[in-house]
Nanobody, 121 residues
Framework: QVQLVESGGGLVQAGGSLRLSCAAS????????MAWFRQAPGKEREFVSA????????RYADSVKGRFTISRDSAKNTVYLQMNSLKPEDTAVYYC??????????????WGQGTQVTVSS
């Protein structure tokens, strides 16, 4: 069983930056891909970014390419999402997930509790 704990959310002005962290523990978390999804009020959960188990491969949603960067620290079993040039439309609850290296939410077996990111205009 893998446990995921997110941190780093908050309120920021448009154009600002935030860094989200997700600490993984238990199970074989280091062998899984890690990803970030987000869900805005009234919308479905959507893929943001993923990194494979080694950190050598990453993928991003078109809406965040060039602004967000995902990385993982294997020694700390932690994945990060650096978010720059934030826009009001980035406002959502951000979820960390662990599982297959894919953009499909259903392929991730483990999920964190979510952290709120609010971007004011």
């Amino acid at each position: 069983q893998v446990q995921l704990v997110e941190s780093g959310g908050g309120l920021v002005q448009a154009g600002g930056s935030l860094r989200l962290s997700c600490a993984a523990s238990g199970g074989a978390s280091s062998t899984y891909a890690m990803a970030w999804f987000r869900q805005a009020p009234g919308k479905e959960r959507e893929f943001v970014s993923a990194v494979n188990y080694s950190g050598g491969f990453t993928r991003y949603a078109d809406s965040v390419k060039g602004r967000f960067t995902i990385s993982r620290d294997s020694a700390k079993n932690t994945v990060y999402l650096q978010m720059n040039s934030l826009k009001p439309e980035d406002t959502a609850v951000y979820y960390c997930a662990s599982g297959d290296y894919t953009e499909v939410a259903g392929r991730y077996a483990y999920w964190g509790q979510g952290t709120q990111v609010t971007v004011s205009s």
